[in-house]
T-cell receptor, first 117, second 114 residues
Framework: GAVVSQHPSRVICKSGTSVKIECRSL??????MFWYRQFPKQSLMLMAT?????????EQGVEKDKFLINHASLTLSTLTVTSAHPEDSSFYIC?????????????FGPGTRLTVL | DQQVKQNSPSLSVQEGRISILNCDYT??????FLWYKKYPAEGPTFLIS?????DKNEDGRFTVFLNKSAKHLSLHIVPSQPGDSAVYFC?????????????FGKGTLLTVNP
């Protein structure tokens, strides 16, 4: 149980284009989903928290107009990197929390490697 | 201001021995703690958690100990296996609240030698 998928696993795009990453909870309803970014040899940096049907809450320093997050259903959240630049190249990971459970466990997707040329 | 600290960037142990990974936190509002294991280019895998109402939680080879007065927790892996080699992240959160955010440490790279 508690499986989270992410698509695509890797993407290469040209500077200035937009890229959409999907995050799905496969066997539970995710009332809350999270988007993280990880730089090489560093910890996970929370970018934003999204609750189903409401606007995402962005962490300080994260541009909400650049990183568009949509959590339209209890099993799907999307992150769109708009007008991507080489400095946006990173490993993006989503996680989901099962709203029927008491604990704060988040279950993570396998991540998406974004390379902007 | 780093609220969750893993002061050992790496740890090397022999197969069959005990691995002890440490984590300290500074925010006294944290009351729920988790350990995750991560391989390169993959998402973290949940291992074990503990609520602040307990001081120990055990699941198979993994045991987490919590010392609230010292704001310290540790993950014990016994016996260690080569497949345990990975980066281990400690995370802390406040239960309840509106967003269930996790605050992660920087991770400890565990290497288990055959």
């Amino acid at each position: 149980g508690a499986v989270v998928s992410q698509h695509p696993s890797r993407v290469i795009c040209k500077s200035g284009t937009s890229v959409k990453i999907e995050c799905r909870s496969l066997d539970f309803q995710a009332t809350t989903m999270f988007w993280y970014r990880q730089f090489p040899k560093q910890s996970l940096m929370l970018m934003a928290t999204s609750n189903e049907g409401s606007k995402a809450t962005y962490e300080q320093g994260v541009e909400k107009d650049k990183f568009l997050i949509n959590h339209a259903s209890l099993t799907l959240s999307t992150l769109t990197v708009t007008s991507a630049h080489p400095e946006d190249s990173s490993f993006y990971i989503c996680s989901a929390r099962d709203g029927t459970k008491v604990g704060n466990e988040q279950f993570f997707g396998p991540g998406t490697r974004l390379t902007v040329l | 201001d780093q609220q969750v600290k893993q002061n050992s960037p790496s740890l090397s142990v022999q197969e069959g021995r005990i691995s002890i990974l440490n984590c300290d936190y500074t925010n006294s509002m944290f009351d729920y703690f988790l350990w995750y294991k991560k391989y390169p280019a993959e998402g973290p895998t949940f291992l074990i958690s503990i609520s602040s109402i307990k001081d120990k939680n055990e699941d198979g080879r993994f045991t987490v100990f919590l010392n609230k007065s010292a704001k310290h927790l540790s993950l014990h892996i016994v016996p260690s296996q080569p497949g345990d080699s990975a980066v281990y992240f400690c995370a802390a959160s406040r239960s309840g609240g509106s967003n269930y955010k996790l605050t992660f440490g920087k991770g400890t790279l565990l290497t288990v030698n055959p």
